[in-house]
DNA sequence: GATCATGCAACTCCTGTTGTTTCAAGAAAC
DNA sequence: GTTTCTTGAAACAACAGGAGTTGCATGATC
């Protein structure tokens, strides 16, 4: 399957929304993330549930944040996704009567559940203020290049 | 997609095969790992392609391993099998014009090159050696269980 | 030459994200 | 109060990639 892009796509339209006045509707949400305001909505549910972002309908609605960017976290929007599944790859069988085959389910969710364990950590030690911070390094680059230029 | 358990299901084929006294027919494996002798055809190719099993047509035909369990890793049998994805998430787009989607995208990818790397890594550790080994451990327990029945 | 086994091509099936259409419902503007 | 804008939700098609299946060619053994 083509991989699921849901969490990048949120976390791109947080930043947006923090540095954007007022709701953002779903069809300008949509063109930045080159998508579908449907699918803006279905994937923003979850986060609206957690109380993430809140939306409103009618004139001048949309969708708004409800947290400052310092505090949420990637895994809070990963799990406000409903935990989606991390790895394309898996056992046969979870519970196999074969030993062999336990004994390889073993060594293979082993390393799975560490790798695991460990995006989960880094998830909650980043936040969105944090990718915000990053981007405005990238923005002051950008302009500094451009400033030599002249 | 259901998740690709090719690699899980190589390694527990390529540990009966070790055990087994001459070549064993891809439909002994197919019944094995519980599928379809053209499934198991077609996977073990990419080991056969690395010299980790060979194969041989005809009568007493079939496959047999090439190498010793302990001189093959799971990160060989990984590799044999053409590196498949390892995670189901991913970016929207790995080239984004947009500064904040190559913020968000540089936090994701961060991460999940750690989480790669780490998986790489105990892959390469840990040998069909190391899963026979635990495979006998398994086996000896239970036989223990069974005498303290009786 | 009959039989057994792999090699390979060409499908279909399955599953989950993504894309799309359609309509109901609520909120602001006029 | 009607129009307009927006979300909410259901229903379905598109797509991707592993898995399953069929059919047949090829080669080795008996």
Redesign the pocket.
Known sequence: ??S???LS?MLHALIHMDRHDGAM???QLAQML??????V?????GL?DQEIVR?????????ALNRALAEVSLLDIYRALGD??LFAIGLADDDPRCLVEQAVNAAVADTLAAAEALVIARFGEVTLADIARDFDARFAAVMGRKGSEA
């Open positions: 399957m083509r699921d892009s849901r796509r509707t779903s069809e080159n998508t579908n305001p449907v699918v909505r279905r994937t923003m549910a609206r939306s409103e309908k009618g004139h001048g609605g949309g969708w989606p599944r």
